[in-house]
């Protein structure tokens, strides 16, 4: 797996790698570590078990074998599709082989559907926005406590859904050990924001630094602008932009030093907004003549 990841270089940009399939820690080690040397999110699979604890120490290892498990996820159980008419004359024409696939495929076709027309930060996931329109069944299915535990240990499991019964990806996590990026939206939305504000960045480059401060303040324009964009599509969290975001390139971060070594810097501060992982509804009944409170 190493040689092949060799390929896919920087010039390729942000976006997601998997090796489809494979199990193994060690191609697993590589796709995070990958993803962490070249602002990418690792989708790994799940071994295709039953057993949660088997599956809840391959995710263990794994967390501890890389340099940042934020930058992987993992997805169980393995999917079930339509299967495929045999055209082999040797064999009944009526023959149809039914085809037992890895989660990863699901979990990309699921971000790149939502990212056509969101932020990164929208989760994939749920009813609707996690909905498979194709898998006939999940090869396994987990308990509602072991589901926990999978969850806990940042495993996402794709399950078939009581009462509206659609198959669909119901959770989305990482393997981060950091709180701040246990949410797998807000780790893919970092993804993103880098990207953006790479390619700002980019524009800058060979500029003319002035004295009067200039083209900081033009720097500080176009990174607050986008960051503005973020905060109206809802993906920065605050009542206000102020509240959602801060850009700093005064004289804190850009001082005489780093002016005279050819550089322009910039401190970003992002309140990325959070995903409903949990949804409580109570119900209390109050007799016919009791006035209910507001």
């Known amino acids: ?37 070249f602002n990418r999110v690792a989708l790994l699979d799940a071994p295709n078990t039953a057993t949660a604890a088997t599956i809840i120490t391959a ?23 339509p299967g ?11 023959t149809v082989f039914n085809r037992t696939v890895p989660p990863v495929g699901l ?66 996590r990482s393997l981060s050990f950091s709180t701040s990026f246990v949410a797998l939206n807000n780790v893919r939305f970092r993804m993103q924001a880098t990207r953006d504000l790479d390619l700002i960045g980019e524009s800058y480059v060979f500029d003319e630094i002035d004295g009067k401060g200039q083209l900081f303040s033009f720097f500080n324009g176009s ?33 005489p030093a780093t002016i005279a070594a050819g550089q322009i810097n910039a401190s970003v501060g992002l309140k990325m907004s959070p995903l409903a992982e949990f949804v409580t509804i109570n119900i209390t009944k109050y007799s016919v003549n009791a006035n209910l409170p507001a």
């Open 223 to 255: 990174i607050a602008g986008q960051l503005n964009a973020y905060w109206s599509r809802g993906s920065l969290y605050g009542l206000t932009a102020d509240e959602a975001f801060s850009v700093n390139t005064g004289d804190s971060v850009n001082t």
């Open 84 to 94: 495929i008419v045999n055209s082999n004359p040797a064999v009944p024409t009526n």
């Open 1 to 37: 797996s190493t040689a092949a990841l060799a390929v896919f270089t920087d010039v390729l940009g942000a976006g997601q790698v998997s090796y489809p399939g494979n199990t193994n820690s060690t191609p697993q080690t590589n796709l995070v570590n990958h993803a962490l040397a």
């Open 107 to 172: 979990a990309a076709a699921l971000m790149a559907r939502s990212d056509a027309f969101n932020d990164c930060n929208v989760p994939a996931a749920g009813t609707t926005s996690g909905l498979s329109n194709y898998s006939t069944a999940v090869s396994q299915t987990y308990i509602t406590s072991d589901r926990a535990l999978l969850n806990a240990a940042g495993v996402n499991v794709i399950r078939l859904v009581p009462n509206v019964n659609v198959i669909a990806l119901y959770g989305y």
């Open 59 to 81: 995710a263990g290892t794994l967390q501890s074998a890389v340099t940042d498990p934020s930058y992987g996820a993992v997805f169980a159980p393995w999917l079930q599709l």
